[in-house]
């Protein structure tokens, strides 16, 4: 997905005229910390923060002078993603878009961010959470894929980061479409996968048995 299609018009950047006073005012009314700062010809010349406001002590000084070095933006055609990790690097509440010659698109807000990074990774939906450690000769997501498959469960999300600087090892984490994973883990132990953790669950005496029996039924 790409970042300009979370692009929220609502949102109104300052001018470069406007006061010290004028961005506060404006700051609080859309409950925000930055703004960007664009010119009447559509050119994005900087973003500004709360913090910088709070230093001045001339209300009436135009926001323009505070505005230092180059603009902080992302192109359109960046994935949300990406997009993510420009508001994180610099903490930014609001993330303007603009094209290369830093032609003002519009902005993003890093909450409505958040919340489509959410749904892509389906974090809202119910299901247990995995989490497994995998050597690096033993990567191989497709065989992991079909043990859970084999268990009647879907994987919602799969995030892969390396345990070691040297990516001997990797951390596999797994979101289900399903609360008990009794069964889920023990046919991934027994194909030789190590699971380290496991959250959302719900605790199934009965389930607890039934794979018991088909654990014994593999080993025949």
């Known amino acids: 997905m790409r970042i300009v299609q979370l692009i929220q018009e609502e949102l109104q950047p300052l001018r470069p005229d406007d ?11 859309q409950r925000v910390r930055h703004l960007p700062i664009v010119d009447r010809g559509g050119t994005l010349r900087g973003v500004v923060s709360d913090e910088q406001l709070r230093l001045v002590d001339d209300l009436e000084q ?8 180059a603009p902080i933006s992302v192109t359109p055609d960046l994935h949300v993603f990406d997009a993510a990790r420009v508001v994180l690097q610099h903490g930014l509440t609001v993330l303007p878009v ?14 409505q961010l958040l919340e489509q990074l959410i749904r892509m990774l389906s974090l809202h939906e119910s299901g247990a959470i995995l989490e497994l450690e995998i050597e690096a000769r033993d990567y191989a997501l497709s065989n992991l894929l079909y043990c859970i498959e084999q268990c009647d469960a879907r994987v919602r999300t799969l995030l892969v980061q390396p345990v070691d600087a040297a990516e001997h090892r990797f951390r596999v984490t797994l979101k289900l479409n399903v609360q008990d994973t ?6 991934l132990e027994h194909r030789g996968f190590h699971v380290t953790a496991a959250y959302n669950e719900e605790d199934d005496e009965e389930l607890r048995q039934r794979i018991e029996a088909f654990m014994r039924y593999l080993e025949v």
């Open 62 to 69: 135009p926001v323009a002078a505070l505005v230092r070095g």
């Open 98 to 111: 603009a094209e290369s010659n830093q032609h003002y698109q519009g902005a993003v807000l890093s909450q």
């Open 19 to 29: 006061t010290v006073r004028r961005a506060r005012e404006q700051m609080g009314q």
């Open 182 to 187: 009794a069964r889920i883990r023990h046919v």
